[in-house]
């Protein structure tokens, strides 16, 4: 189960988000909790009539079994649109893992295809699908 709380504080140029997350864990017969907190800020290009939108963003965690703040990453990417309904994005993380010993650094490239999907709505006298 994870809940999510999401700001968004749109600025000048830019827009900063903070988003607020609880990463709920059974297992073994065992409950652990991890909270995260990610701020973001990004900015919409305009080229031409194509919108890429390069961000930065922080995020730490707090670990329950480890009971400290155990985990900060670093990302760097943009989200580059493809049509009306998708986008794809490429980004770099840097990683630092200290709840166990000795601390973990990691360095990572990652993809991710986003796909957006609407649900029609008609009026009731509409047969039309």
Same mark, same amino acid.
């Given at each position: 189960? @994870?809940? %999510?709380?999401?700001?968004?504080?749109?600025?000048?140029?830019?827009?900063?988000?903070?988003?607020?997350?609880?990463?709920?864990?059974?297992?073994?017969?065992? $409950?652990?909790?991890?909270?995260?907190?990610? %701020?973001?800020?990004?900015?919409? /290009?305009?080229?031409?009539?194509?919108?890429?939108?390069?961000?930065?963003?922080?995020?730490?965690?707090? @670990?329950?079994?480890?009971?400290?703040?155990?985990?900060?990453?670093?990302?760097? #990417?943009?989200? $580059?649109?493809?049509?009306?309904?998708?986008? $794809?994005?490429?980004?770099? @993380?840097?990683?630092?893992?200290?709840?166990?010993?000795?601390?973990?650094?990691?360095?990572? /490239?990652?993809?991710?295809?986003? /796909?957006? $999907?609407?649900?029609?709505?008609?009026?009731? #006298?509409?047969?039309?699908?």
């Amino acid at each position: 189960m @994870e809940p %999510v709380v999401t700001f968004h504080f749109p600025m000048a140029r830019f827009l900063l988000s903070d988003k607020n997350r609880a990463d709920l864990d059974w297992q073994n017969g065992s $409950f652990s909790w991890r909270y995260r907190n990610r %701020v973001q800020i990004e900015k919409t /290009l305009r080229i031409g009539s194509y919108h890429p939108a390069p961000y930065a963003s922080a995020e730490f965690f707090y @670990e329950s079994q480890y009971g400290k703040w155990s985990d900060t990453a670093i990302y760097a #990417g943009s989200s $580059f649109p493809i049509g009306k309904h998708s986008d $794809f994005t490429p980004y770099y @993380e840097h990683q630092n893992n200290t709840g166990k010993s000795p601390n973990q650094q990691l360095n990572q /490239l990652g993809l991710i295809l986003n /796909l957006y $999907f609407s649900v029609r709505q008609h009026d009731a #006298g509409d047969p039309s699908p």
